[in-house]
């Protein structure tokens, strides 16, 4: 190769990285869950005042144990209208972490703003607190919205909602085709009930179920992450 053809690959190659924005170098890092990478990079870019990033900084303290700097990115992001941040503040406040006092209502207010935009971790949470707390109905609801955006704790939670008829109206067949999408997800909880179905039912009805699920799925892929 010649070094005219040899410096434009180079030039072209330096344009793309210059091109990309501090954000965008730290999702990179982070989307592969090099967290060690991706917090320098995070920090630049959370520093400059992206929420995105100060979210994704606020989870990479997190998992190094460290929740009093995740509060300080989370509160940043969040209040900058970020689910994500919402949802890492709205966690705190569930917890009592991070110098923040154990809150139920202020982890709430900080769910539903972040559910309200599609944070499916927010709704799932949002809705298995307002079951606890007596209000099975919302709880359902939110509950549903998380199951339909594919998360798998919400879709057990949903599984055991129509199973037992609270909060809404009791499905059994409806309970079935979501502890099957859940362990599709490889929730724990909900393959096991999946197992002990399969042994308790004939091979037909089994089928029956999968296929209904299966045909739940295609009209909602959502569902399945």
Request: hydrophobic share 35%.
């Amino acid at each position: 190769m010649n070094k005219i053809l040899v410096l434009f690959f180079f030039t072209f190659k330096v344009g793309l990285t210059l091109g990309q924005s501090k954000c965008d170098l730290c999702a990179e890092k982070f989307k592969v869950k090099d967290f060690v990478g991706a917090k320098p990079l995070c920090i630049l870019a959370a520093k400059d005042g992206d929420p995105i990033c100060q979210s994704r900084l606020g989870i990479i303290y997190l998992s190094e144990s460290d929740s009093d700097n995740a509060k300080i990115w989370f509160e940043k992001s969040a209040n900058q209208g970020n689910p994500s941040g919402q949802n890492g503040l709205g966690y705190l406040y569930q917890q009592g972490d991070g110098g923040l006092p154990k809150d139920l209502a202020k982890a709430n207010y900080w769910f539903l703003k972040s559910a309200q935009q599609g944070d499916s971790d927010s709704q799932f949470w949002l809705g298995e607190n307002l079951f606890l707390s007596g209000n099975k109905s919302e709880g359902y609801k939110w509950t549903l919205k998380a199951s339909l955006n594919g998360s798998s704790d919400a879709q057990y939670n949903l599984g055991a909602m129509l199973q037992n008829g609270e909060g809404t109206a009791k499905d059994e067949t409806l309970a079935i085709i979501w502890f099957i999408i859940s362990a599709t997800n490889e929730n724990e909880r909900s393959k096991r009930i999946v197992d002990n179905l399969q042994q308790k039912v004939s091979a037909e009805k089994f089928r029956e179920y999968i296929k209904k699920a299966e045909g739940f799925i295609k009209q909602n892929p959502q569902a399945i992450k």
